[in-house]
């Protein structure tokens, strides 16, 4: 069964930056294409980045020029830098394969604000 554990959320002030990371376990991680996503309370969940086996990457117009998504397949882990951040940033960030075939994870909380 795979597993996905998401982490390095927190507060952060506008302008401010995290690195999000997620963990994947029991699964041969290099052969799928990852992505981020996010979900705010009451809303559809929305995929913001994501990256393919050989590092290619793809980011929501809204994050574009702020956010870089990255992989390492050696350590099964998917990270997410976030640079920039604005209030409507705000939310909980997930990871999954790119079409989201996965169990979901925790997430972890973001929150950007003065």
């Known amino acids: 069964q795979v597993q996905l554990v998401e982490s390095g959320g927190g507060l952060v002030q506008p302008g401010g930056s995290l690195r999000l990371s997620c963990a994947v376990s029991?699964?041969?991680?290099?052969?799928?294409?990852m992505a981020w996503y996010r979900q705010g309370s009451g809303k559809q969940r929305e995929r913001v980045a994501s990256?393919?086996?050989?590092?290619?990457?793809d980011y929501t117009e809204s994050v574009k020029g702020r956010f870089t998504i990255s992989r390492d397949n050696a350590k099964n882990m998917v990270y997410l830098q976030m640079n920039s951040l604005k209030p409507e940033d705000t939310t909980v960030y997930y990871c999954?394969?790119?079409?989201?075939?996965?169990?979901w994870g925790q997430g972890t909380q973001v929150t950007v604000s003065s």
């Open positions: 999954n394969t790119e079409i989201g075939i996965w169990t």
């Open positions: 029991g699964s041969i991680f290099s052969i799928y294409h």
């Open positions: 990256i393919t086996r050989g590092g290619g990457s």
